[in-house]
């Protein structure tokens, strides 16, 4: 069963933060030197959102949606606080169109989705895995669309037959982000009847392979 998602609560507010995670092994020689060994391939996303209302009565408040309380904390419930994995659907970062994921061989059948990250003019570009795509993507075998596949668990696509040598391999889709409660206590602040905030959820994207 795929994991449960994170709801778009109505009052997400603002600062949003999302910040880059690395795991460097950093050797010092007794000259001071420092010998830095990367431990991933790479990186994973740490997320603290604040959200500013949820309201736990069982009738709207003006713009405060009905039982929104109690939905957040069944679903930190349902897994178990940092234990479990849930998805999320990052509104900045959930969609590709035409986005290369492989290029073919003449005898590979599987490809993992992929999305890269660029700046202005494809400077600085950085490419990293999609573990969780949301229904059944485009695919494109140098540009013309194909059926011929099959999307398989953590977002690898198998070729019924081999992409010739060359070929471009895109898709198009959205897709959420695989992550996990950074603490197993939330901190609610009641400040009305009925009507709550929290100030920062925390949570951070996982690595589904061993890189």
Do not use: C
Request: aromatic share 14%; glycine share 8%.
């Amino acid at each position: 069963m795929a994991p449960p998602i994170l709801p778009a609560f109505k009052f997400f507010s603002y600062p949003a933060k999302r910040s880059p995670l690395w795991r460097t092994l950093h050797q010092e020689s007794v000259s001071g030197m420092d010998n830095p060994i990367p431990l991933w391939s790479f990186n994973r996303w740490m997320y603290e959102l604040p959200i500013n209302l949820l309201n736990s009565g069982s009738t709207a408040f003006q713009n405060a949606i009905a039982l929104e309380w109690q939905q957040l904390n069944a679903l930190y419930n349902q897994v178990q606080g940092s234990f479990g994995v849930f998805q999320y659907p990052d509104p900045d970062d959930g969609s590709v169109t035409d986005q290369l994921f492989g290029v073919g061989n003449g005898t590979s059948t599987q490809f993992p989705l992929t999305r890269t990250m660029s700046g202005p003019g494809g400077t600085s570009t950085w490419n990293e895995p999609v573990f969780a795509p949301v229904g059944t993507p485009t695919i494109k075998i140098n540009g013309v669309s194909t059926v011929l596949f099959t999307l398989g668990t953590q977002g690898l696509v198998t070729f019924n037959s081999p992409p010739a040598g060359g070929a471009n391999l895109t898709w198009t889709g959205t897709y959420n982000w695989l992550v996990r409660f950074d603490e197993d206590s939330m901190e609610f602040s009641k400040f009305m009847n009925n009507l709550w905030e929290l100030k920062a959820l925390k949570f951070t994207t996982i690595k589904t392979q061993s890189k």
